[in-house]
């Protein structure tokens, strides 16, 4: 029988070899993932395809992968990028996601979640976020009022993102789902371009 | 429900980086007690690393347990600068009467970082 960790472990091997994929009971459906207008998009949210990353603010990988998906997100033109917050990491990666998803209420998400993704070191404090809005135009105060005024939905948002993480089995961040693959950890720019390819063939075949 | 609308593990054709392995092969931690004196030791396969300044401890109620662990490896990291971690192995000292909480989190390089992992190693 093949569990979920052997088909993991044959995608680091598979190079060879033809796609391979199982359902797996247990995990949140594409519906929910996928469909939820809370959710910040980068990309083109009318795109073709689907990334849904999973991820936190205190993760080095994450926003050394940030970039680099960001990179091939623009050059393709056609990708619908979810970020999904799973806060991991305690206190200030709460307050990241809750200034960055206020900022989003005031359509400045993909600025003020990039300037957070470039702050230095994977353990952060309110002053290093202080210090990248700061380079925004938007203060902390105002992404905070703004995610005051809409808390009860954003908290309900990210209890929904940990709830899905939790759901995937996954152990950390980043981890992603694009179009109906789940993949655990980053992925390198060839190797998500890879996917990217894989997952667009698949709804070729297997159209909705 | 259609073919696509299942959500799907994937062995995927891409092969540049292992899959990341389950928290407890990635960072394999044993503990001996003697007395007061605790001696923890993780284990760690390449290309996995630990961050000496997340491995904490903390008693029953929450306080902090001081705890020595000896210098780390800097790594260098051209974007994100410095930051302290063990490569291979890393070990802790900690001496305390009662139970303990132990935390440590740690990363696959340029794969996935993991959910701090907490362990309780109980009181003699």
């Given at each position: 029988m093949i569990t979920r960790r052997h088909m993991l472990a044959l995608g680091a091997a598979a190079t060879a070899f033809p796609l391979t994929a199982t359902a797996q009971p247990g995990f949140p459906t594409l519906q929910e993932v996928t469909?939820?207008?809370d959710v910040p998009v980068l990309g083109?949210?009318?795109?073709?395809l689907t990334i849904v990353e999973y991820f936190d603010y205190q993760c080095s990988v994450c926003k050394h992968a940030h970039f680099d998906l960001l990179n091939i997100v623009k050059a393709d033109g056609h990708i619908r990028w979810m970020m999904r917050d799973w806060i991991i990491f305690g206190e200030v990666s709460t307050y990241a996601a809750q200034v960055a998803l206020g900022a989003q209420k005031l359509g400045v998400y993909e600025t003020v979640s990039s300037a957070l993704m470039r702050i230095p070191g994977g353990n952060l404090n309110k002053g290093d976020i202080f210090g990248a809005m700061m380079q925004t135009g938007l203060s902390p105060a105002d992404a905070l009022k703004a995610y005051r005024a809409d808390q009860a939905r954003i908290d309900a948002l990210l209890a929904r993102n940990a709830v899905q993480a939790e759901g995937f089995g996954?152990?950390?961040?980043?981890?992603f789902i694009i179009g109906n693959a789940v993949y655990r950890g980053a992925l390198s720019p060839n190797d998500m371009k890879q996917a990217i390819a894989d997952a667009r063939q698949r709804q070729k075949a297997t159209p909705v | 429900m259609s073919f696509f609308l299942a959500l799907l593990v994937v062995a995927a054709p891409v092969a540049a980086r292992e899959a990341p392995l389950p928290p407890a092969q990635a960072f394999a931690m044993t503990y001996v007690r003697q007395g007061d004196a605790v001696q923890v030791r993780w284990v760690m396969p390449k290309g996995y690393y630990l961050y000496r300044e997340h491995i904490t401890a903390s008693d029953a109620q929450g306080r902090t347990v001081k705890i020595r662990t000896p210098n780390g490896t800097m790594?260098?990291?051209?974007?994100f600068g410095p930051v302290e971690v063990y490569y291979g192995t890393a070990r802790a000292d900690i001496r305390h009467k009662g139970a303990i909480t132990l935390s440590y989190r740690g990363c696959q390089a340029d794969g996935l970082c993991y959910i701090p992992v907490r362990v309780v190693i109980p009181a003699r």
């Open positions: 469909v939820d207008p083109n949210p009318n795109g073709d996954f152990s950390g961040t980043p981890s | 790594k260098a990291d051209p974007t």
